[in-house]
């Protein structure tokens, strides 16, 4: 069998790595980088498992750009709703590659501790079966793997929770103390679950790896990139300059406005998610704080 990871960024090289511990996983990026087993983007996309770890507001120009199905079986590993059109992952790829060859991968799952092997339990999504379980095999054994067909819930939980980051890491950059953060976490799952449920979702999903568990990850971090954007805003910084220095991608500052409008567009109550779009447009974190603390 033949595997290769598209995107070598922090997500990309941690999967490349545990993947490498049972196969010869290649990797391939868009910058060439001094890696074991980098190769061409042609040598990759001629193989027969292809693992996607590109930033989700990227995708589908990549795939527009450079994607020619043969066959290959995918694993997606980004996690994020496009702004603009509200596309969810699955939505993009499926113009390109047939539904029975698409998984989606989810769960409480930090790049830099899946490079040290530190145990780590994921999902993978799909609604082929065989599939999931085929790309569950190729994982070493400090990531247990577990399979859904939940594949809606999985990805709503996987980019939702970077806008609750977010949120989190205001709540503590606002020093507003550990009631606050249980809080706005816990409102904050009951919100990601009612939005999921609108786009059919499965309940459990979200008491789940790809839910709760995902979401207390990255919301109490300083690991998450979502959750340093958030603290920093708090602090006062501009959201270009956080971004700038962070280097690195943080998926919830897209997702947020995706959600803002599929919200708007759909009727559905998510405040925390509504308050995160309105700071990263420049509204008072205090302000959105008493907003949320006086909406009934
Ligand atoms: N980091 C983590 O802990 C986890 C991240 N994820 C998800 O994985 C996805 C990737 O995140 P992560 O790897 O951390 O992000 P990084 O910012 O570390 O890396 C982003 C990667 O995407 C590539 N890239 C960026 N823009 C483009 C583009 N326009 N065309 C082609 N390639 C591009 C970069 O390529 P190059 O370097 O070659 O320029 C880089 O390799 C995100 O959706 C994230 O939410 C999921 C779980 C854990
Ligand atoms: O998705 C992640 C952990 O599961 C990574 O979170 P951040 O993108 O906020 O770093």
Redesign the pocket.
């Known amino acids: 069998m033949s595997i290769a990871v598209?995107?070598?960024?922090?997500?990309?090289?941690?999967l490349q790595f545990a993947l490498s511990k049972n196969v010869t996983c290649k990797i391939t990026?868009?910058?060439?980088?001094s890696l074991e087993n980098f190769v061409s983007l042609e040598e990759a996309l001629a193989c027969e498992y292809l693992v996607f770890?590109?930033?989700?507001q990227?995708v589908r120009?990549?795939l527009d750009e450079h994607f020619q199905f043969l066959g290959q079986k995918i694993l997606v590993?980004?996690?994020?709703i496009e702004k603009g059109s509200g596309a969810f992952l699955n939505e993009i790829f499926a113009a390109y590659i047939p539904e029975e060859n698409l998984s989606f991968?989810s769960g409480p799952?930090?790049?830099?501790?899946?490079m040290q092997g530190l145990p780590t339990a994921v999902v993978i999504n799909s609604s082929n079966e065989g599939l999931a379980k085929e790309f569950a095999s190729f994982f070493p054994s400090f990531m247990k793997t577990y399979t859904s067909n939940d594949v809606i819930g999985a990805e709503v939980c996987?980019a939702y929770k970077?806008v609750l980051a977010i949120a989190s890491g205001i709540c503590d950059g606002l020093k507003l103390g550990n009631n606050a953060r249980a809080s706005l976490i816990a409102r904050g799952l009951v919100e990601m679950h009612r939005f999921g449920k609108y786009f059919g979702a499965t309940d459990e999903t979200f008491l789940g790896l790809s839910g709760a568990g995902d979401l207390f990850l990255t919301a109490s971090s300083t690991?998450?990139?979502n959750y340093r954007v958030g603290f920093f805003l708090a602090e006062g910084k501009k959201l270009d300059a956080i971004l700038e220095a962070l280097?690195?991608?943080a998926?919830g500052v897209f997702t947020s406005e995706a959600i803002f409008e599929l919200s708007s567009k759909h009727g559905i109550y998510t405040p925390i998610a509504h308050e995160i779009a309105l700071i990263l447009k420049g509204k008072n974190p205090k302000e959105s704080v008493k907003d949320l603390l006086a909406d009934s």
């Open positions: 598209i995107g070598a960024g922090k997500w990309g090289q941690a990026s868009r910058q060439r980088k770890a590109l930033p989700a990227v120009t990549w590993a980004a996690k994020g991968l799952s930090f790049a830099s501790e899946v996987g970077n690991l998450s990139r280097g690195e991608v998926e």
